[in-house]
């Protein structure tokens, strides 16, 4: 039998603008609502973003996160996961933060700078709710996401050792394995670990079946059996990926960080609707899903009571 399998939700991520959908969570009582409703249908970690509430633009700062933190982990046992890949253009110590400030037992961790290229999603509007909005998507057509050798140190050091938390190691292509392999080496990444697969963001590697199955075949060759893997892919690739992932014994995730829809065309009305269609597909497919408390025992978790919120 193939283990349950650990659905993540990323409810509204630093990518997706307010005029590309009404139901991406913006405010901390949206955010805060969203990731309870997750919890309700089976995701078992929630990765989450903040975001001004006047306007939607990413946020890094920690007092906007301690407005949704401790308000979701009073009403559900998810797992919190707290990004440090922040919103594109901040700063290492930006996006450290809040995580620094939560010690969450998750954070996210980028493996490895890349040419994050989301200004193509400009040409679909004519018509913004805020100003900043198309300009934020142009200026990734002449912008790289440093995640170099030594931002990913510090952040293990200043976060890892020093909290406990650990990674949702976030690989975009098959030179971030080797990145996270010299970490291990390296005696800074210690198993169990979680690989995030990340599939069909320009820059990255594209969302082709054939390279996720060479990904999970590296992963393997690398790592053994020291590691979690799960598999999230933008778009139209969502479900068909995150299927895909559940099929080959992984784990996967979902979210309006990664998809605003449920269906061709369909706009996605809440981050629970995709934790429920995907939830149903893993069912009928013949595995069952993982609930909080397995999430953290195969994890090596250290527990939502030592989190600072």
Request: net charge negative; with cysteine.
């Amino acid at each position: 039998m193939s283990k349950p399998v650990i659905i993540t939700c990323a409810v509204t991520g630093g990518i997706h603008t307010p005029t590309m959908s009404p139901y991406l969570p913006i405010t901390p009582d949206e955010i805060a609502r969203a990731a309870v409703g997750a919890a309700e249908v089976g995701a078992s970690i929630i990765h989450l973003h903040a975001r001004r509430p006047e306007n939607g633009r990413p946020d890094y700062r920690p007092e906007t996160f301690m407005q949704f933190l401790p308000v979701i982990k009073d009403q559900c046992d998810a797992v919190i996961n707290v990004s440090t890949g922040g919103g594109l253009g901040m700063t290492i110590d930006e996006r450290l933060a809040a995580a620094l400030e939560a010690s969450p037992e998750m954070a996210s961790l980028n493996m490895g700078s890349l040419n994050f290229g989301i200004f193509p999603m400009a040409q679909k509007y004519s018509e913004w709710k805020y100003d900043w909005e198309p300009e934020f998507l142009e200026m990734t057509r002449d912008f790289i996401f440093p995640n170099t050798f030594k931002t990913i140190e510090y952040a293990l050091r200043k976060l890892g050792d020093a909290h406990g938390t650990r990674f949702e190691f976030e690989c975009y292509d098959l030179g971030h394995l080797y990145n996270l392999a010299y970490f291990v080496d390296a005696g800074l990444v210690k198993p169990p670990f979680f690989i995030q697969m990340i599939y069909g963001i320009l820059g990255g590697a594209g969302a082709d079946p054939d390279n996720f199955a060479h990904m999970h075949s590296v992963a393997h060759k690398l790592f053994g059996d020291d590691f979690e893997f799960s598999v999230l892919a933008a778009g139209r690739h969502q479900m068909p990926f995150a299927a895909q992932s559940a099929s080959m014994g992984g784990n996967l995730r979902v979210g309006l960080e990664d998809s605003l829809y449920i269906g061709r065309g369909e706009l996605a009305t809440s981050n629970a609707e995709q934790v429920s269609k995907i939830r149903g597909i893993i069912e009928a497919l013949g595995h069952t899903v993982a609930t909080p408390a397995e999430a953290r025992a195969r994890l090596a978790l250290k527990g939502a009571d030592n989190v600072n919120f």
